[in-house]
DNA sequence: AGCATTTATCTTGACGTCAAGACATATCAT
DNA sequence: ATGATATGTCTTGACGTCAAGATAAATGCT
């Protein structure tokens, strides 16, 4: 009887015309990922870098050398609108982390690329951000894991 | 090869000490639920409810009559900060979906109650909801669903 | 070549969220 | 009783996000 049940046994006496499976599933995968979302900031604040500038220091980084992507591709790679991409390289240029460069193929474009502080700041980081997310599954057995991930795979792929 | 896995095998070119099993949950997870999320939030919109607006109205529908609650048990129930459920209460009073009601016994205190718009909203969006819900799970089998919410259960049991 | 369309990025204005702290009232300990 | 502490709600200021549209350059069509 978790809080979820709670929710689901109010509506089954308020409204018990209304099939609660789904709302169970949905409302689980949402305050767990509230939760989750909360523990990873957390040690990434403790760094220096909030979730969404470490999502795209990341993402520069994990594409390799020269370490470098347009606004574009770093778009189409983090589930943000444009707007938002926009005003997440800018905190990152007032940081120092990333650069704008010119385009020379595309002069519509430009290309962000990631400072040596940028480079610093990612590396110095995510070692322990992928140390947090371990802790944050340890209470799962290999099997469990292993299990969801895969019913997560099939769930995700009706969407992407 | 999903763009999580993307994601995990540029991880894996850059940086092999890295483990990314956790990586691999948590980021579906995280673009999951941001999926879910959008097509929640878009079944509610043409019911003229924001996501918010619908938990807290939802909240005091499920806890039955007389559909009072104060704003400390709403906060409780809705995994908000103070602030933030000032601001949906100020916004659905404004809307005319609840009233703030002296509380006799606590004069530090106030009952958020539903008005008879603030219900009739309720009603008439509750039901397309849940049906949304069903819609977005359904390309789970039965025993996908079954075995999701167990795991999700075990997991969430963690953090609440 | 020249015009229309598409692509790439940025701007604007609105919203939802939070942490920290302010304020009033209630409760507890003596 | 009364002073200290706890509780309940609200305020403030800062962020992160989005949709819609603005701007500029590239591409395609004739």
Redesign the pocket.
């Known amino acids: 009887m978790d809080r979820v049940d709670k929710i689901l046994s109010q509506w089954q006496r308020e409204r018990p015309d209304l099939d609660v499976e789904a709302m169970a599933i949905l409302g689980r995968l949402k305050r767990l990922t509230?939760h989750l979302g909360?523990e990873v900031e957390q040690v990434l604040l403790q760094h220096g870098l909030?979730?969404?500038?470490f999502?795209v220091l990341a993402t520069l980084r994990r594409s390799g050398k020269p370490y470098r992507l347009?606004?574009?591709?770093?778009?189409a790679m983090t589930?943000?609108?444009?707007?938002?991409?926009?005003?997440?390289?800018?905190?990152l240029e007032k940081a120092g982390f990333v650069e704008?460069v010119l385009?020379p193929?595309?002069?519509?474009?430009?290309?962000?690329a990631l400072t040596e502080n940028g480079f610093a700041a990612v590396e110095a980081t995510v070692g322990a951000h992928v140390a947090n997310q371990q802790r944050l599954i340890e209470n799962l057995s290999d099997e469990d894991k292993a299990a969801l991930d895969a019913l997560l795979r099939k769930f995700l792929a009706k969407f992407e």
Do not use: E, F, K
Request: hydrophobic letters at 30%.
């Open positions: 509230t909360r909030s979730s969404s500038a999502d347009s606004p574009g591709d770093l778009l589930m943000v609108s444009s707007g938002t991409m926009t005003n997440r390289i800018d905190q704008r385009n193929d595309d002069r519509r474009s430009v290309l962000i």
